[in-house]
């Protein structure tokens, strides 16, 4: 069974500096899916990030970026120029790209704060 | 309304009542998901549906009974349920159940349940 690890329950960050979050997982599979989720206090779990296992381009979307290294299977979250609204949880989540299942295995978060 | 709503935002109950949980989806989508969320744990899926028809149980205990009636509404009824039941549930939709493709899913903001 797939698992996903985030060794950071907490972190922080000063606004408008730079802050990674780790993410280690451990599956067989060749194909797959892997995914940074943010969830504010608000509660509501947006889709922050995406990465295709096949793709060796790292993903990137405005302020955040990815570190994919598939060997070592480890999927890093970059955030760039830290703003007070990013201040969340982040989850890290896998899923197969194999037909049939649509189940996200996701890690145990990591509790990132924004310090002004 | 739009995205994924739930309701009630926030509940309580004994262990001997009945009560249900109510999702629903205005993006048009035909799979909806129930999510557990406990503290210091991952968040773990516990049932899938595709167009009305349930293709996934994680190993749910029967006191958790999920109904589907249309695409668009996915509930939970609650029955005798246990202290450590106490969680945020969370409801997701995506466009449809996928093969070897991507679908985004999307979260409600969840229901704050609490087992006394």
């Known amino acids: 069974a797939q698992t996903v690890t985030q060794s950071q329950p907490e972190m922080s960050v000063q606004e408008a500096e730079t802050v990674t979050l780790s993410c280690t997982y451990d599956?067989?599979?060749?194909?797959?899916?892997l995914f940074w989720y943010k969830q504010p206090p608000s509660r509501q779990m947006i889709l922050v990030i995406r990465q295709e296992a096949y793709k060796q381009q790292n993903a990137t979307e405005n302020r955040f970026s990815v570190n994919f290294q598939k060997a070592a299977k480890s999927f890093s979250l970059k955030i760039s120029d830290s703003q007070l609204g990013d201040a969340a949880m982040y989850f890290c989540a896998y899923r197969s790209a194999q037909g049939g299942s649509e189940k996200l295995v996701f890690g145990k978060g990591t509790k990132l704060t924004v310090n002004p | 309304e739009t995205g994924v709503t739930q309701t009630p935002r926030h509940l309580v109950m004994g262990m001997t009542n009945k009560k249900s949980l109510k999702c629903e989806q205005h993006?048009?989508?035909?799979?909806m998901y129930w999510y557990k969320q406990s503290a210091k744990k991952p968040l773990e899926l516990m049932f899938v549906y595709n167009f009305k028809e349930q293709t996934e149980n994680n190993s749910v205990p029967s006191r958790f009974s999920p109904e589907c009636p249309n695409s668009s509404h996915l509930f939970l009824h609650l029955h005798t349920l246990q202290p450590e039941d106490s969680a945020l549930y969370l409801c997701?939709?995506?466009?449809?159940?996928?093969?070897?493709?991507?679908?985004?899913?999307?979260f409600g903001p969840g229901t704050r349940l609490t087992v006394l």
């Open positions: 993006l048009g989508h035909n799979a």
């Open positions: 599956t067989s599979e060749s194909d797959y899916y």
């Open positions: 997701a939709s995506s466009p449809r159940l996928a093969g070897p493709n991507y679908n985004e899913q999307f």
